[in-house]
């Protein structure tokens, strides 16, 4: 006959059973950035940030977790919040390439602090927070997609663009489909708005998606400016 577990020993074990379920177990990360022009050309409008309109070109949307069947995790530790005192150094940046546009108008930490606190610390054993916003960063810098688009002759013109053309000079580029995602301008019409690329579990290199995000795309879609 088995002999029970001690009570006092479960209760030892229990706070090291919520570090392993806390464990990165999720697939792979989306790395996704948003055209500004699609976000502010809409209805709802946008607010610019306090520190001014952001420059003409896609900002960071999040850095999320996912796993392999389409799903995600989110709020993972909801005693770990947002500290900007610990990226006090990646600020500067972070206002240039993953600037807020919701309103009212702010500085970006709110919006910096929902994105941590829903998606990167579901990433926490592999990324603290200050990893976390770096690693956006340096995707940022590898995965310039505003370039990537001129360069064939894909620009914010307000012109109308084939969801092919644009898929295919991001992967022609990078080595990997991307994700489109679109929205609807105060017209209806169906514009370029998120583009989203797979990145290992590391949060490091590009990978092809196990799954993409579902997304209402015509087949031409409008470029807007900014």
Same mark, same amino acid.
């Given at each position: 006959?088995?002999?029970?577990?001690?009570?006092?020993?479960?209760?030892?074990?229990?706070?090291?059973?919520?570090?392993?379920?806390?464990?990165?177990?999720?697939?792979?990360?989306?790395?996704?950035?948003?055209?500004?022009?699609?976000?502010?050309?809409?209805?709802?409008?946008?607010?610019?940030? @306090?520190?001014?309109?952001? /420059?003409?070109?896609?900002?960071?949307?999040? #850095?999320?977790?996912?796993?392999? $069947? +389409? %799903?995600?995790?989110?709020?993972?530790?909801?005693?770990?919040?947002?500290?900007?005192?610990?990226? @006090?150094?990646?600020?500067? /940046?972070?206002?240039?390439?993953?600037?807020? #546009?919701?309103?009212?108008?702010? $500085? +970006? %930490?709110?919006?910096?602090?929902?994105?941590?606190?829903?998606?990167?610390t579901c990433s926490e054993s592999?990324?603290?927070?200050?990893?976390?916003?770096?690693?956006?960063?340096? #995707?940022?810098?590898?995965?310039?997609?505003?370039?990537?688009?001129?360069?064939?002759?894909?620009?914010p013109d307000d012109g109308s663009?084939?969801?092919?053309?644009?898929?295919?000079?991001?992967?022609?580029?990078?080595?990997?489909?991307?994700?489109?995602?679109?929205?609807?301008?105060?017209?209806?019409?169906?514009?370029?708005?998120?583009?989203?690329?797979?990145?290992?579990?590391?949060?490091?290199?590009?990978?092809?998606?196990?799954?993409?995000?579902?997304?209402?795309?015509?087949?031409?879609?409008?470029?807007?400016?900014?």
């Amino acid at each position: 006959m088995k002999t029970p577990t001690p009570l006092p020993l479960i209760l030892l074990l229990l706070p090291l059973l919520a570090i392993v379920s806390t464990a990165q177990d999720f697939g792979f990360f989306y790395f996704v950035q948003q055209w500004p022009g699609s976000y502010c050309n809409t209805a709802k409008s946008c607010c610019y940030p @306090t520190t001014g309109k952001p /420059a003409a070109d896609f900002g960071i949307h999040g #850095l999320w977790p996912n796993y392999n $069947d +389409g %799903s995600y995790p989110s709020n993972c530790d909801p005693d770990n919040f947002y500290d900007e005192s610990k990226i @006090t150094d990646l600020i500067a /940046a972070m206002q240039a390439e993953w600037p807020t #546009l919701a309103c009212p108008s702010g $500085d +970006g %930490s709110k919006f910096w602090s929902h994105e941590w606190e829903k998606h990167g610390t579901c990433s926490e054993s592999i990324l603290d927070e200050h990893s976390y916003f770096e690693a956006a960063l340096d #995707l940022k810098k590898q995965v310039d997609l505003l370039q990537i688009l001129k360069g064939a002759g894909i620009n914010p013109d307000d012109g109308s663009y084939s969801v092919r053309s644009i898929s295919r000079a991001i992967k022609d580029a990078t080595g990997f489909t991307p994700g489109i995602e679109c929205n609807v301008d105060e017209s209806g019409d169906t514009q370029l708005y998120q583009v989203y690329i797979c990145v290992d579990a590391n949060g490091k290199d590009l990978i092809e998606c196990p799954v993409y995000p579902r997304s209402k795309c015509s087949s031409s879609v409008e470029f807007p400016s900014f």
